[in-house]
């Protein structure tokens, strides 16, 4: 379910780059989707991706991820 956000902060937080980063350094995925995953392990939240990449695809099957994945274009097709 979504809800209407009227704002978003945006917030420095070393622990979110710490996860990010080990994310990073563990698996060969973009940075940027290093820091969905670890913003969803920092909040206890899933991690939603707007369509499937093939290297986090890939990752996923080789290690299971520690956060649930959620992706837009299996909610729309």
Known sequence: MFFK???ASVVA?????MIA???RC????????????????LEGAAALFAR???????????KPLD?????LEDYLN
Do not use: M
């Open 5 to 7: 956000a009227q704002y």
């Open 13 to 17: 937080s070393d622990e979110l780059d």
């Open 21 to 23: 980063g080990t994310y």
């Open 26 to 41: 563990e698996r060969a995925i973009s940075l940027a989707d290093c820091y969905v995953l670890g913003l969803a392990k």
């Open 52 to 62: 499937r990449e093939r290297e986090l695809e890939k990752e996923i099957e080789e």
């Open 67 to 71: 956060v649930q994945v959620h992706f």
